[in-house]
């Protein structure tokens, strides 16, 4: 998990240079910014997508397992959107995070319902769900 992390950080900061800052910074200092120039084209797409996905499965984690290390990479994850400055992002992680939540509570979850299993691979399918449907919320 901590190398996931590292991982999307260094495309994170890849995404800063070819920006030549950081978003948050540029906005607090009143710099030039302009959000949809931001991050390299195809680049940025993929760590957006990605970095969304694992922030919302690092909550999932965390329900799961309760340890501080998860709710820490997941606060550090989840910090991206602040970063970029993008409300779009951080939205659709904290909606995915409250959503995992509330199936996480339930004792029959949908994902228990369709896929039969019990754990991660029922896990695994509630979180495809809300991807998904964040994909569908998107697109409209």
């Known amino acids: 998990m901590i190398g996931t992390t590292i991982f999307i950080y260094v495309l994170w900061i890849a995404d800063f240079i070819y920006e030549g800052g950081v978003p948050l910074i540029k906005i607090l200092f009143h710099l030039p910014y302009n959000y949809r120039l931001f991050g390299i084209p195809s680049l940025h797409v993929f760590i957006v997508t990605f970095s969304s996905f694992f922030t919302v499965y690092l909550f999932h984690l965390y329900l799961s397992k309760r340890t501080r290390l998860l709710l820490i990479l997941y606060l550090v994850n989840l910090s991206a959107a602040l970063l970029i400055y993008s409300r779009a992002m951080l939205f659709f992680n904290i909606t995915g995070s409250v959503i ?26 509630s979180l495809w769900l809300v991807r998904v449907a964040t994909c569908i919320a998107r697109s409209e």
């Open 100 to 125: 995992v939540y509330f199936i996480s509570m339930r004792k029959n979850s949908v994902a228990t319902n369709c896929t039969g299993y019990r754990g991660d691979v029922g896990d695994a399918f």
